[in-house]
């Protein structure tokens, strides 16, 4: 049996030795994600992201914890399974090279998470990551879903390009704050509310919270401006949407939550908030379109990356090294350089 | 007069402009920076880097007062100007769309900086810049460079992989942090050490202050391991260092410096910290190191941007939506079209 039957089949063993391959970029990981490929497309992908100190951590244990013991109803949402979801949580942190964050994380999460088959947890910490972090993280949550886990949770720490990137790999993003983590944290939520289909102030028992809630709200207000047929009410002439003009449903307006997730509060609310976007992307047909960059964004980023280690194969060390003295010594520019190495110097 | 002739000649109108082209990625940029590249590699880059909520604006701000106000004596560090220096600042904001954090920044630094002509200020809001975000900070910084200015410090928001490819632009990095951010913003630390030549708590008023000292501490012994032949005492036999074995000198510790920006306190200290980390870096030839990284850096940045917008030029628009939409119907794999699209489907 090929590896990736044996993944097919439910092998955790298998599924974890996978796991390394992806993430070593092996071409035997390769060939097995291709073959696995058909069967995703399965699984509900949330997004966890947000500042350092937010308590990330503890809600994604929290989630997972509840989304096993309370399955959706039947009635509830029919999109989701109906049975025990299996649960499998990715966490993601670029900005370490020892992985002291995660296992650190892990420990904790054990502890909590131990024991029950339902949940798999996959720690990536290593920045010098042999693809790119976001492919790498997108072959994980592949062979996951080709594994038949039906959420996978991507928790990513901090709060730049690296996360945004990653979190482009979900359905759903949650974007979690927490009160008082000081003034120029505003700036970090300009952008990355953009991505929030769901935002979340953990730690809502401390001091603060109302502030950072009407914080979120105004920059709410800016990030997914009133449609202009509600500014010009009196003319109902439809002009479209500032932010997207091919959007004919009424846009999702991210709801806030509040969760104090070291204690369980709010953990119902938001697994319900969580639902409720499962199913307006599925009704609106969002879903499909998010797919579609999704998947769009993973075959840039792997043109990219190969485009790269096939130049890199085709020029000499020596060449590149000469060329990078000249550099270092201002004979030429970067870009010159550049036109050296591509076209001999031509243009 | 050529743009980069008058940006030579110190014209700031000149370099706004030239500023603004080399944002846009356009060629009349490159060519004036190719023009202006023998005229770099006299400033010290300065990088400032860390979690959000820290206050780096403000800290920023009072470094470039305090260099303005307190020159460098002949005496003291020869290398560095003896006449009041220029000092330039980026402040990079890869997270926001809107320029919203960038500008309330910006407001901020007017009323303490302005009506100085040896400050000059620049923000770069925009996620979306055409180039690469690392690739067009750096054209900035060789533009302000080639203009005169002998400090250029480069200012990022957050703490992911984006923030620390900035860094990488700089010859002295400066990691700031903040008492009582948070638990897990340990994770964080861990990787930004790596790249830190100064550690600054700011907002050392603050309740919290021993603790995170205390953690950094514990983390720099993690990041910047005693060398073996300490560890063996005894045995004097020099066996190298795990971190890099090709450096003979002693190894810079990153010093922990306590500030409170708003009130000034700390600053002196911190410039001196500068001074000595710039000086180091020349008497021991890792200026010289740096350099050469820190242009390698910069030039794969540039080889892989244009490798990729060449390609895209080459392929028909029509065959890569054909494809991408064969990866939504999951009748092929990402990497599958991969091969597709560079090799015809041959590999």
């Not at 720490?157 to 482009?168: H, L, N």
């Amino acid at each position: 049996m090929t590896l990736a039957a044996s993944v097919l089949k439910g092998n955790r063993l298998a599924l974890a030795r996978l796991l390394t391959l992806v993430e070593n970029n092996t071409d035997e990981g390769r060939s097995a994600l291709n073959e696995l490929f058909p069967h995703t497309g399965k699984a509900h992908l949330i997004g966890i992201t947000g500042a350092p100190g937010t308590g990330k951590s503890s809600l994604v244990n929290q989630l997972a914890l509840h989304l096993r013991n309370n399955p959706d109803t039947p009635d509830g949402n029919s999109n989701q399974p109906d049975e025990d979801p299996w649960v499998a949580i990715v966490a993601v942190d670029p900005s370490s090279p020892f992985t002291g964050g995660a296992i650190l994380g892990d420990r904790v999460r054990m502890r909590d998470l131990s024991g029950d088959p339902g949940i798999f947890i996959r720690s990536m910490a290593s920045r010098g990551s042999l693809g790119g972090l976001a492919s790498t993280t997108s072959g994980l949550v592949q062979a996951m879903d080709a594994a038949g886990f039906n959420v996978i949770m991507i928790e990513t720490v901090g709060a730049g390009q690296a996360e945004v990137d990653i979190a482009r790999l979900a359905h759903t993003t949650l974007v979690v704050e927490a009160p008082g983590l000081g003034d120029d944290i505003q700036a970090i939520k300009a952008g990355i509310l953009e991505i929030a289909d769901v935002l979340v102030i953990n730690k809502a028992d401390r001091p603060g919270v109302d502030a950072t809630e009407r914080a979120l709200n105004s920059m709410l207000q800016l990030a997914h401006p009133v449609p202009r047929i509600f500014q010009h009410h009196g003319s109902f002439e439809y002009v479209g949407w500032e932010a997207d003009a091919e959007l004919n449903e009424l846009p999702w307006t991210p709801p806030i939550h509040k969760t104090v997730a070291i204690e369980g509060q709010g953990i119902e609310e938001l697994v319900q908030a969580i639902r409720a976007h499962y199913q307006y992307l599925h009704e609106t047909g969002s879903w499909k379109e998010r797919e579609c960059a999704r998947l769009q964004a993973e075959l840039d980023g792997l043109l990219q990356e190969t485009l790269v280690s096939r130049w890199r194969s085709r020029v000499p060390e020596t060449e590149y090294r000469r060329v990078l003295a000249e550099i270092v010594a201002r004979d030429i520019s970067p870009w010159q350089a550049v036109n050296i190495l591509l076209d001999g110097g031509a243009a």
